[in-house]
């Protein structure tokens, strides 16, 4: 098992940055990928970006290239989520996840193991 734990959420204004940080714990040995999801109300759960414990190869999704960075402390078993030029629409709990395995595209990873998510608020 992998526990999850996400901190770092909060209320921000347009255009301000936020830094998420997701901990790892248990059997993090499994945690080969980790990868950041987002949800806002109404809507389908996005990925937001991912990144592997080897060789740090990371992805990210579309609406957040450019504006977001995944990094990682493997000595802290810990990833963060660096996210800048906040947007409202950006608005959504952001949920970390673990995966045993890497596929060639990182996009479309399953994950095994979930936190419970830190909700993001970005005013206008």
């Known amino acids: 098992q992998v526990q999850l734990v996400e901190s770092g959420g909060g209320l921000v204004q347009a255009g301000g940055s936020l830094r998420l940080s997701c901990a790892a714990s248990?059997?993090?040995?499994?945690?080969?990928?980790m990868g950041w999801f987002r949800q806002a109300p109404g809507k389908e759960r996005e990925f937001v970006a991912a990144i592997t414990s080897k060789f740090g190869r990371t992805a990210y999704g579309d609406s957040v290239k450019g504006r977001f960075g995944i990094t990682k402390d493997n000595a802290k078993n810990t990833v963060y989520l660096q996210m800048n030029r906040l947007k409202p629409e950006d608005t959504a709990v952001y949920s970390c996840?673990?995966?045993?395995?890497?596929?060639?595209?990182?996009?479309?990873?399953?994950?095994?193991?979930w936190g419970q998510g830190t909700q993001v608020t970005v005013s206008s």
């Open positions: 996840a673990a995966s045993g395995s890497v596929p060639l595209n990182l996009e479309r990873a399953s994950y095994d193991y």
């Open positions: 248990g059997r993090t040995f499994s945690s080969a990928l």
